[in-house]
């Protein structure tokens, strides 16, 4: 199988009263392309910030981030922000709905390239399977938690990204909505194979992927 993520040697500190705060070091490992990975440990151990680093949302201190083929410390901004519109897939652990916008427009943000017509449709498509077509024209402040984060997840699967990262997918929805969110994700890896990649506190949920990296402390353990 080939990687569909590799993290050499990486890195991260932040700066902060003038002391440098380590968060993640010698961080190394490699993720399979179609495979089911979970990322634990415990809180403020620096799960959600490797997460953003492989997502191409942050960049880290030092060492290297291999995502689809490329080298993510020799892209300039543009082309990072091209390569997760073309290949990756993020859900927030907060879900970072846009409020203005309803469910349906949700959705339709990372298809702004096509028609609007085309938009739409895809995106009432993607709602109707994650069971929402009939809250399309709702706003987020009218949605459940568990409704929000169905939302987020049509979107962040809008673009068919080849890697979907999800921070703490589960966190906060009751057992059965977190039965749903969860189906669905393996459903995608499944069908069309998308790599997933999971913050994650729950233990039953990583049980069930193929990898568990676990980091305490910014490193791997
Ligand atoms: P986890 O997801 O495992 O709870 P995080 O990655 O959110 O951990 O945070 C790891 C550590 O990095 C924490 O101590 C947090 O306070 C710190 N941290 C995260 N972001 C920043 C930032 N922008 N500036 C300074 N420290 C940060």
């Known amino acids: 199988m080939s990687d569909i993520l590799s993290v050499r040697s990486l890195r991260k500190t932040y700066q902060s009263a003038g002391k440098t705060l380590t968060v993640l070091q010698d961080i190394d490992f490699t993720f399979d392309t179609g495979s089911t990975n979970a990322i634990i440990g415990p809180s403020g151990s620096g799960k959600t910030t490797l997460l953003g680093i492989c997502a191409g949302l942050d960049r880290p201190t030092s060492g290297d981030v291999v995502l689809a083929g490329q080298e993510l410390s020799r892209l300039s901004e543009d082309e990072l922000a091209a390569l997760r519109n073309r290949s990756v897939g993020f859900i927030f652990q907060n879900f970072q709905l846009m409020p203005s916008l309803t469910a349906v427009e949700n959705v339709m943000v990372p298809l702004e390239l096509r028609k609007d017509r085309e938009a739409r449709a895809k995106a009432m498509d993607l709602l109707d399977r994650v069971g929402l077509s009939d809250r399309s024209h709702h706003y987020p402040i009218q949605l459940s938690g568990g409704e929000q984060q169905r939302v987020a997840l049509a ?4 673009n068919q990204p080849t890697i979907l990262f999800a921070d703490e997918p589960t966190g906060n929805l009751d057992a059965e909505t977190s039965d749903k969110v969860v ?3 393996f459903g995608l890896n499944r069908e069309v ?7 994650t506190h729950n233990a039953e949920l990583a049980a069930q992927t ?4 676990r980091i305490k402390g910014g490193r791997l353990v």
């Open 155 to 158: 979107r962040a699967f809008s």
């Open 183 to 185: 189906q669905l994700l």
């Open 210 to 213: 193929q990898r568990v990296i």
């Open 193 to 199: 194979g998308t790599t997933l990649v999971l913050v």
